[in-house]
């Protein structure tokens, strides 16, 4: 099983580095987070060191393009430093703003252009896309169990209740009609199932 590694602590101060002053969306909770929340979730299912990796990082080319830092700078990085199999699953979870033709995506083109690539997905980003998205499922079912006001917690959400609701069970969906069957997809499943509850 996959524990502390002078490697797992380069990625995760790579991470801190680059989601410095970032926080969990509507809470103050830093950013860093969530990406060590997946890479346990991953670390519990035994996963490799190279998905764990690609785990602490999964957020960083979607999230830390800002002034100085271009896509391909931040690319170019991982993929030196933590090498291709791991830029490979990032790239893979990386919403994309622009399709292949440099055309600005609007926020549902985005979601389901993240759905249609992953059915080109290796298996590290498969178990990536999971743990990411049953961390974000949990963290909002706690978020939800701990207030008296619902709507405050779906209201950090463009989607709003409906949108979210439904992206989770799209994930699930997608994640099964690629042939991903690995126990942590009726983990995320159940999430998804809690959610439509709430």
Not at 41 to 52: H, N
Not at 135 to 141: G, K, P, V
Not at 153 to 174: H, I, K, L, M, S
């Amino acid at each position: 099983m996959t524990g502390y590694s002078d490697r797992i602590n380069h990625a995760f101060a790579f991470a801190a580095k680059h989601h410095d002053q970032q926080v969990r969306k509507g809470t103050r909770l830093p950013y860093l987070t969530h990406p060590a929340n997946v890479a346990i979730i991953l670390t519990r299912y035994g996963c490799s060191e190279d998905t764990v990796v690609a785990g602490i990082l999964h957020d960083v080319v979607e999230d830390c393009v800002r002034e100085g830092m271009t896509r391909e700078m931040l690319e170019e990085r991982i993929g030196r430093k933590f090498g291709s199999t791991v830029l490979s699953a990032v790239l893979a979870v990386t919403q994309r703003k622009l399709d292949d033709d440099g055309i600005e995506l609007s926020a549902d083109d985005r979601k389901a252009d993240y759905l249609e690539r992953l059915g080109r997905a290796d298996g590290e980003a498969l178990w990536v896309c999971a743990a990411d998205k049953v961390h974000n499922a949990n963290s909002i079912l706690s978020d939800l169990r701990r207030t008296a006001f619902p709507e405050t917690v779906w209201g950090r959400f463009a989607a709003g209740r409906e949108g979210t609701v439904r992206w989770y069970r799209r994930v699930v969906d997608r994640l099964r009609e690629v042939g991903f069957h690995a126990p942590i997809v009726d983990e995320l499943e159940a999430a998804a199932l809690g959610l439509e509850q709430a």
